[in-house]
């Protein structure tokens, strides 16, 4: 028996469509289709029509994995025309964690998501893990920026949504009375994370002058991000000086050096760092920190988990969806068989879905299409 050969592309169509050419038939492939109520009856490879495959990974960390039957013609007949299944992963990805398969294909039924939800959930806190090279004998306090503090080298702690930005600040102590704080602005966005500015500054030269009295020293800063820079050395004011010059005295046990950078996103750093001096050096009071990790947490509520959405879009060009209106009780999606499959033209893995729906589909008019055992042979991206 003769069947379609289907390649798989990891992408999402923009409006407009492309014309290529399928391959030829290969025997033993499988038929990718969908088909249900004489309303639906597409098959790849048939009529310019296409699978594309997809995952997406939305802003509350839950995979979409994506099936979509498009066009590939030069529009100029029923271009418009597709169908769509997006099936929500059953748990949140949390950043750094890998996709587990199991969690989002399994056999059996999966309710749809529903008409009054967007299927996102709400950010309720950042979580961000702090840490700090360890030193025997030192001491480690935290300013967290929102009224909190804490200890140790390495810290965790939660902000709430409703924070922009956070001055962070860490104050090392040393035994010999040599201390160092290093403060960064953390800037706060549901859509990128938690994202911070490490500006720095070190000794450039010294040189020993005026009867052994004083060194004078060469500081010079270490900026980080985009420019352009400003400067506030030892908090003499905004200059453009990646320079510093200070005479230091060679009696004095410690003095202490300032400076604040602020780069081109407005991001600012403050460092306060004791210098040591004698008549045989200058020793810079060294100290870092970092961020080893962010959690964006978000409610489960209204989250959808493991829940799927039908999209049709007929020769038209009116869509019709799921989520648009509600489902009856005994209406559901579900997978018969799956197994694995060739991996996409990107690389991506992919999965074959052997599924039965039976469900109702709204335009924004308030038409209705119902599709009534429905079967579809498919297949979806997913992250490796």
């Known amino acids: 028996m003769k069947y379609t050969l289907i390649f798989l592309v990891a992408i999402i169509l923009l409006p407009t469509c492309r014309k290529e050419s399928l391959p030829d038939p290969i025997e033993g492939d499988p038929v990718f289709m969908v088909s249900g109520s004489g309303v639906v009856d597409i098959t790849a490879g048939q009529r310019d029509f296409y699978l594309f495959t997809d995952y997406q990974l939305d802003s509350s960390q839950v995979y979409n994995l994506i099936a979509s039957f498009e066009k590939l013609s030069d529009c100029e007949i029923e271009c418009d025309e597709a169908f769509r299944i997006e099936i929500r992963n059953s748990e949140v990805t949390p950043q750094g964690d890998g996709f ?148 230091v005295d060679t009696t004095l046990t410690a003095d202490t050096i300032f400076l604040e950078v602020q780069n081109g996103n407005g991001c600012t750093n403050s460092i306060f760092r004791n210098v040591l001096t004698d008549l045989s050096g200058v020793t810079l009071c060294s100290a870092d920190w970092s961020i080893d990790n962010t959690t964006l947490n978000f409610s489960q509520q209204n989250l959808q988990l493991g829940e799927v959405t039908i999209s049709y879009t007929n020769s038209a060009g009116i869509n019709f969806r799921s989520d648009l209106g509600p489902q009856p009780d005994n209406y559901n999606f579900r997978i018969l068989r799956e197994e694995a499959y060739l991996p996409n033209e990107n690389g991506e893995s992919t999965r074959l879905l052997e599924v039965s729906f039976n469900v109702i589909l709204y335009s924004v008019n308030g038409e209705m299409l119902e599709l009534e055992e429905a079967q579809g042979v498919i297949a979806v991206a997913y992250p490796g």
């Not at 199991?102 to 056999?107: E, F, P, S």
């Not at 300013?143 to 409703?162: K, L």
């Open 100 to 247: 587990d398969l199991a969690d989002a294909i399994r056999i059996g039924n999966y309710d749809y998501v529903a008409a009054d939800s967007s299927g996102q959930a709400t950010l309720e806190s950042y979580s961000v893990d702090f840490s700090t090279p360890v030193t025997n004998g030192l001491t480690y306090e935290w300013d967290f920026g929102d009224n909190s503090t804490g200890s140790g080298t390495q810290v965790q702690h939660t902000y709430s949504s409703a924070i922009t930005n956070a001055e962070v600040c860490l104050t090392i102590t040393f035994p010999n009375a040599c201390f160092s704080t290093i403060c960064r602005d953390l800037n706060f966005s549901e859509q990128l994370g938690v994202l911070s500015c490490n500006a720095d500054f070190v000794i450039d030269t010294a040189e020993l002058i005026l009867d052994s009295t004083f060194w004078e020293v060469d500081f010079r800063a270490l900026p980080d991000g985009p420019g352009p820079f400003t400067y506030n050395w030892n908090m003499l004011g905004a200059s453009d000086s990646l320079f510093t010059d200070v005479f």
